[in-house]
């Protein structure tokens, strides 16, 4: 087993499901990066790249990638 948890949602402190991934480019570095989306049951969506899993969560401004 990867020592992995499970994230909580920040906003509702609910467990987050992992949904899309989204290729983004990130000005930082100027790459083209994937973001993995997540979602709560509450709706609340969050967004990280997928390159550094202790970034912290962002707010996802399209909802939608959590598949509706
Ligand atoms: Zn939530």
Known sequence: MPNESVPICPQCGGPL?????????RQEDDRRTCRVVWGCSNQHIWWKWADRPTAPLELCPYPDLMGG
């Open 17 to 25: 499901r992992a949904g899309a991934m989204a290729l983004c480019h």
